[in-house]
């Protein structure tokens, strides 16, 4: 088992930035490769970004040039930046270990509330 924890969430207004935190640990050797995603009430938990042991990166279009994401293996901490945030991008983000070869999550985190105001 793996365990994430998420932080760093909050509410900020459009055109700013935040930066999530997730510290993985338990089972950390296992971890292939970690990711983000956000959900909106009432829809589907969409992927945002992952990275893998070697760094290697995928974003959705929503976010590319906008959101980069990072990981510290030494700490077992992965990251999102997220630059010129929108009132759309309002939502729970959630981190998770996935899959590097399909990108589907293995284990998730809590969650985190981020809000954008306009």
């Known amino acids: 088992q793996v365990q994430l924890v998420e932080s760093g969430g909050g509410l900020v207004q459009a055109g700013g930035s935040l930066r999530l935190s997730c510290v993985a640990s338990?089972?950390?050797?296992?971890?292939?490769?970690m990711g983000w995603f956000r959900q909106d009430p009432g829809k589907d938990r969409d992927i945002l970004a992952t990275?893998?042991?070697?760094?290697?990166?995928y974003y959705t279009d929503s976010v590319k040039g906008r959101f980069t994401i990072s990981r510290d293996n030494a700490k077992n901490t992965v990251y999102l930046q997220m630059n010129s945030l929108k009132p759309e991008d309002t939502a729970v983000y959630y981190c998770a270990v996935v899959y590097s070869s399909t990108r589907r999550p293995r284990y998730w985190g809590q969650g985190t509330q981020v809000t954008v105001s306009s």
């Open positions: 338990g089972r950390t050797f296992s971890i292939d490769a």
């Open positions: 990275i893998n042991g070697s760094g290697s990166t």
